[in-house]
């Protein structure tokens, strides 16, 4: 699955390892800096890097896309709410080194992360995109993901309200099954 995604010359994409956790973490660390990818506003350490890695295992795995030993850019699927009534929806986040966007490496991310919640039997993905990133509003929509509500002025950064575009891409039709 991984092997046949198009990718630049030399990379790959492949689930993320300790060994990436300082070039993911500045990845993270420019967008809380730089940008509203996130709303986060401050750095994140060393060990609350390490910690995020550790909750971004199986059911909720983090990819990298590396050449020559450099991240050029991560994602990865996490919980959509801890309420067990959401246990079969995830969360996608996908973030491109600066110097290596509008290369196709967010496509490559999101194809994978998809393909990843497939195989895990997860029935929806949701994506929270600060209002404004048309990059990644379009990214989605170009994976399947759909506009399904925006939430107004419900963050704060650089000292300006920002919105949150919420997008949803439904994976399996099937009807629920019950729970015992």
Not at 60 to 82: C, W
Not at 109 to 128: F, G
Not at 151 to 165: C, S
């Amino acid at each position: 699955m991984m092997q046949n995604m198009p990718l630049p010359t030399g990379a790959l994409v492949r689930l993320a390892t300790a060994a990436d956790n300082a070039q993911i973490m500045a990845i993270w660390n420019y967008e809380v800096q730089w940008s509203t990818a996130t709303f986060d506003t401050a750095l994140r350490t060393a060990e609350q890097q390490e910690a995020w890695l550790a909750d971004h295992s199986d059911a909720y795995p983090a990819l990298v896309i590396s050449a020559d030993r450099e991240v050029l850019g991560y994602g990865a699927l996490s919980a959509y709410r801890a309420k067990p009534a959401y246990s079969t929806t995830v969360e996608d986040a996908v973030y491109v080194k600066v110097d290596q966007r509008d290369k196709g490496l967010g496509h490559v991310l999101v194809s994978v992360l998809l393909d990843l919640a497939r195989e895990r039997d997860y029935h929806t993905v949701m994506a929270r995109i600060t209002g404004g990133n048309t990059a990644s509003i379009r990214l989605h929509e170009r994976h399947g993901f759909h506009l399904v509500g925006i939430e107004r002025e419900v963050g704060i950064k650089f000292e300006r309200w920002q919105d949150v575009v919420l997008m949803q891409c439904m994976l399996h039709t099937a009807a629920p099954q019950r729970q015992t």
